[in-house]
């Protein structure tokens, strides 16, 4: 596993946030309600942060000063986006890969091992939105945590 940042929020109670691909329209406002909430809480949360939901969700995130922590499906990125390294540069972002730099694009099979290894460190899960028969479905099913839906 490769890290780039503030180990330490590894300590951390951690939410991890996770959500479909396509959502229902109907969701998305309650989410960024949820990220808003969760920012002015200051708690830490974890995600892939890589569908459009979960992007406009760190989006919401990197506006307030509490800890993130991203999970790629890939391997470790090799330039930082300017808001993400501001958030790295204020010790509060920790961006993990569990993949080798030869794994360049997140696929079904990286996507999943990813969710599993947030579901694994987070203490609590939320999920923005759940396709009926998806992956994500599947992975939620396999877990013995208490999941909160948005």
Known sequence: M???????LLKLPKT??????????????????WAIAQRDAGHCVISGFHSQLEKDVLHYLLKGTQPIIVVLGRGMKKRLEPELQKALDQ???????PFSVDVKRTSEKTAQIRN???????ENITVGFVSNGGLLEALIKETDKKITNI
């Open 91 to 97: 010790n509060r972002l920790l961006i993990i890969s």
């Open 16 to 33: 991890a946030f996770l959500c479909s691909r396509k959502v229902s329209a109907s969701v998305v406002l309650k989410c960024y309600d």
């Open 2 to 8: 490769e890290t780039i940042g503030n180990n330490e």
């Open 116 to 122: 599993r290894m947030m579901i694994e460190m987070a």
